[in-house]
């Protein structure tokens, strides 16, 4: 994959508050991080406590993570507005190790999980985390998003079962089992919830509907004693203090035995995070250090197992509240961090009131959003070797293992990669044409000639998971916005998912900012892709162009428009 363009790379294992530090940070800027701070350290409240419990571990672990890991993340990361802490991503693996080796067990693997991400910074093979294929991103978060609906309906229908087993089918043969002894009040507790979390926005977006939900079940409950499953009535009361670091015992024995869970743990924060950051980006027009970043989220995870706490890697959704409200710099994160930390040394006694049900429900609706479930219909619409990735990524997931469904995933991604480049080698008898060997060929010495206006970039090559991420912060690394940006796809032979998210990602910021995008010279397959992914929706149409000729017309006549 060849672009006609050079990247400015900044100095890779600087942590980003570093860099902003010594350019310099606006008082108003300082105000809207610390405004934004506030609100994500609420919002990651209900998140902290309730990841906890889903994975199996007493809910002050998870503020202890949020806490500890979110403050590292945000001092040492390499990404502007990165939010760290436990994340939905992380309950399948968490669950799974607490239930064979004990919370001792996941202390010690999230701190080997810890040294191995850092290992994977300093080795800079974070460049290389970011090729994950989109259709196995899909797959691998849809599948633990119905995983975490699964293990929340204990809490959400009240039933008494003392543990929930691991494997999703003996799951819900337990579900049937005790369907009868439904506690219908912490059902209606439940589904209070999540009308109210997902209707909230409507009236303000300003304040978390979550918190609002637990503030009113959480009264409720307690003023009216009803009969529902309390965070007090399970796990006791809250610690309003830490407990000190402390390094657990390990031996030779105990290393072998985690060493699975603990690159389990590893590549999923390093996948997550580095997705986390690209998403982020495209939100703010940023780029992160990818290897900066890990090594972050490996010393997070490090601290983090020292002070008892679970894994944590960033999460999207509390990086992007905190985005939409101003954060633009690490201090935000730092007093997210800080929030959480006067909310459990003050407020734990109150706490500890939340009913088990809302919390469930808040969790309900976080695996809604975690699923993507448009994105995850697109790619069932597309490619059918890319379909396959994705569904089988799915199921694995869901009813075997995360780990195996990514490797699977790679594996068939790989083979897949290698039977579409197979498929565009051609051999040609040129005689048989009368025409030039391009059309465009003679156009050529007139594209110098393109006002300043207009900026015209060429792809030479297969746009495929693996030069996509290079693609996206090529075009987004302009020198100067231009009114009309030009894609010349003549060489390439095909585009998959992860390159048409791409390409839909880009166009979306780019039209945002007052830029203009035409699709020159694509062929019909790669035209065709574009259509089944819903792309024209975006960008229109009539913007789409077989030639060069015709596509600088058309930049020529947007141009005069805006004149």
């Given amino acids: 994959m060849k672009f006609r363009s050079l990247i400015n790379t900044g100095p890779e294992f600087t942590p980003k508050l570093i860099t902003l530090l010594r350019q310099g940070i606006s008082r108003h800027q300082v105000f809207r991080d610390i405004t934004s701070g506030v609100i994500v350290g609420i919002v990651a409240l209900p998140l902290a406590i309730a990841f906890a419990i889903a994975s199996g571990v007493p809910p002050n672990k998870g503020l202890v993570t949020a806490i500890v890991a979110g403050l590292i993340i945000s001092t040492l990361g390499g990404s502007r507005v990165q939010i760290g802490g436990p994340t939905g991503a992380f309950v399948v693996i968490v669950f799974a190790i607490v239930q ?33 294929p989109y259709p196995l991103i899909i797959g691998f978060t849809s599948g633990i998003a119905v995983i975490i609906f699964s293990s929340q309906l204990r809490d959400l229908f009240g039933l008494p079962i003392e543990s929930l087993p691991a494997d999703f089918i003996q799951k819900w043969s337990l579900y049937v089992h005790y369907i009868d002894r439904i506690n219908w009040i912490s059902l209606a507790v439940g589904i209070f919830t999540i009308v109210l979390v997902l209707l909230f926005p409507r009236i303000s977006k300003k304040i978390p509907g979550s918190i ?30 830490f407990d000190r670091p402390s390094i657990p015992m390990v031996n030779l024995e105990k290393i072998q035995q985690l060493i699975q869970p603990a690159i ?107 699923g993507e479930w448009h994105h995850f219909l697109s790619v069932l619409k597309t490619n059918k070797m890319e379909v396959m990735v994705l569904l089988v990524t799915f199921i694995l997931t869901i009813f075997f293992d995360l780990i195996l469904a990514i490797e699977v995933g790679m594996i068939l991604s790989s083979f897949v990669f290698m039977k579409r480049m197979s498929e565009t080698t051609s051999i040609e008898n040129r005689q048989l044409f009368n025409e030039p060997d391009d059309k465009d060929q003679l156009f050529e010495e007139e594209l110098a000639n393109l006002p300043k206006e207009i900026l015209l970039y060429e792809i030479n090559g297969p746009l495929f998971f693996g030069a996509s991420q290079k693609f996206q912060e090529v075009i987004l690394d302009l020198h100067h916005q231009p009114k009309v940006l030009i894609l010349r796809m003549r060489h390439v032979p095909f585009i998959d998912v992860t390159g048409l998210n791409r390409l839909k990602e880009i166009c979306v910021q780019l039209q945002s900012n007052g830029t203009d ?29 077989d030639n060069i000729r015709e596509s600088v017309e058309r930049a020529q006549a947007l141009i005069s428009e805006l004149k």
């Fill in 264 to 370: 389990a743990i590893a590549l999923l924060g390093s996948i997550e995070s580095l997705l986390s950051a690209v998403v982020a980006d495209g939100m703010i027009g940023g780029r992160h250090r990818s290897n900066m970043e890990l090594i972050a989220q490996g010393t997070a995870n490090i601290f983090s197992g020292l002070f008892g706490g679970i894994p944590a890697t960033g999460a999207i959704a509390r990086t992007a509240t905190n985005i939409r409200n101003g954060g633009r710099t690490p201090i935000a994160g730092i007093v997210h961090a800080l929030i959480l930390l006067f909310i459990m040394l003050l407020f734990s006694p109150l706490v500890k009131h939340i009913p088990l049900a809302c919390l469930a429900g808040i969790l309900i609706v976080v695996a809604w959003h975690m």
């Fill in 100 to 132: 064979e080796f004990g919370i001792e067990g996941l202390t010690i693997a999230t701190i080997m999980a810890g040294f191995l991400i850092i290992g994977l910074g300093l080795a800079k093979l974070g460049n290389y985390l970011r090729f994950v």
């Fill in 212 to 241: 609002v939900a637990i503030v009113l079940t959480t009264v409720a409950v307690f003023w009216f004693n009803l009969p529902v499953e309390t965070i007090e009535s399970k796990f006791g009361a809250l610690p309003t203090s």
């Fill in 517 to 545: 995008v035409i699709i020159s010279g694509a062929n019909e397959s790669v035209r065709n892709e574009m259509k089944r992914y819903h792309l024209f929706s975006i960008l229109e149409e009539r913007n789409v162009f």
